[in-house]
């Protein structure tokens, strides 16, 4: 497969509003791009390359009422008990099943949080602009959904860490250093942490990436995974109401 000119682009939206948090890869997992854009800036990132696959850590779909189903939801394992569970999409019941914390994406958009709005309305504007739900062979823009906690427990074969804490941050890293994207090394933040360092509060800066940074990062790891090992990916929900696709460990294949 030829991949010169694909670029796998991961999106945070968890980032201060206004701006995008993207992480940019190529066909060999080599990161290009990481940080916070505007805008204008990410409508540039996508421009600067032909095939464009991309990934997003938020809704991109409403739920189509499955879960409100009888015999939909007798067809799930585990069946749901009587009377909940019934205002969410399939994808978002089986990641609760999982142990994850997930949003609860309603039918209406009206009757989303003010949050969740935003998110999808940003999906919206990706469809606008020429991003089909992957799989769409042949088309140029594809888009998918990730949930990053889960993506990484993928990856480490065990519930992460808290995404916000230091630790959890190192442990992600790690994680995605294991899939040979080239972020620094996590371990190397310990070599320059000193009693006087933690006791005034001055820990290394730059050597471990934002949470959202490192939601970017596994959410383009995730659209390299689904566009070069699709049977591989592991594709929850209902692919009417739309999936969340989660990755594989390279070191699995």
């Keep these: 497969m030829d991949l010169s000119l694909t670029h796998f682009i991961g999106i945070d939206l968890s980032g201060p509003r206004g701006r995008i948090t993207c992480a940019v890869l190529d066909g060999s997992r080599h990161i290009l791009f990481r940080g916070a854009t ?19 850590t938020s809704p991109i779909t ?51 949080s003010l949050a969740l709005q935003r998110l999808l309305r940003f999906s919206s504007e990706l469809a606008a602009s020429g991003f089909q739900r992957w799989p769409s062979p042949g088309n140029e823009r594809q888009l998918m959904e990730i949930h990053a906690d889960s993506a990484y427990a993928v990856l480490l074969s065990a519930k992460p860490l808290p995404a916000a804490s230091l630790e ?10 294991e899939e040979r994207l080239n972020v620094p090394d996590a371990m190397e933040f310990f070599e320059e942490i000193t009693r006087h360092k933690l ?28 566009y070069t090992n699709p049977a591989e ?14 990755p594989v460990s390279t070191r699995r294949l």
């Design 168 to 177: 959890g941050r190192i442990q992600r890293q790690l994680a995605l250093q």
């Design 199 to 226: 006791l005034s509060g001055k820990l290394p800066e730059g050597k471990i990436f934002s949470s959202a940074e490192l939601n970017a990062l596994v959410a383009a790891f995730t659209a390299w995974c689904a």
């Design 38 to 56: 505007t805008p204008l800036e990410w409508e540039s990132l996508v421009a600067g390359s032909a095939v464009t696959i991309a990934a997003i």
């Design 233 to 246: 990916v592991t594709r929850l929900g209902d692919a009417a109401e739309g999936r969340i696709i989660l």
């Design 62 to 112: 409403l739920n189509e009422g499955l879960m409100a189903d009888e015999d939909k939801r007798k067809l799930l394992n585990p069946s749901p008990s009587r009377n909940r569970y019934a205002n969410l999409r399939v994808c978002e019941y089986e990641l609760i099943t999982r142990g994850f914390s997930t949003m609860r994406t309603p039918s209406a958009l009206e009757n989303s």
